[in-house]
């Protein structure tokens, strides 16, 4: 059974930094892409960050160049470290295990943290 576990999150204020962990457990953590989302309220959920096993990179274009995705395969962890936040960043970010090496469109979700972005 794998479980996905987040860390890190909090309050801050705008032009802050914040770095998530993400820890997975179960089956071998290096063969499947890693992905973090986030879901404010009355919005849909949405992906803003993923990674593959080979180190391949994909950002929503509203984070690119403030948001950078990392893995540790080692400690079986993902990092999201985010620089320059905004009010906008305001959300329950969830991390979540793919069930591919390259895609995270099916897979295991954690239980979210609160990342908030106020003055």
């Known amino acids: 059974q794998v479980q996905v576990v987040e860390s890190g999150g909090g309050l801050v204020q705008p032009g802050g930094s914040l770095r998530l962990s993400c820890a997975a457990s179960?089956?071998?953590?290096?063969?499947?892409?890693m992905g973090w989302y986030r879901q404010a309220p009355g919005k849909q959920r949405e992906l803003v960050a993923a990674?593959?096993?080979?180190?391949?990179?994909n950002y929503a274009d509203s984070v690119k160049g403030r948001f950078t995705i990392s893995r540790d395969n080692a400690k079986n962890t993902v990092y999201l470290q985010m620089n320059s936040l905004k009010p906008e960043d305001t959300a329950v970010y969830y991390c979540?295990?793919?069930?591919?090496?390259?895609?995270?469109?099916?897979?295991?979700w954690g239980q979210g943290t609160q990342v908030t972005v106020s003055s």
């Open positions: 979540k295990r793919g069930s591919t090496s390259y895609s995270t469109e099916l897979g295991s």
């Open positions: 179960g089956r071998i953590f290096s063969i499947y892409a």
């Open positions: 990674i593959t096993t080979g180190g391949s990179t």
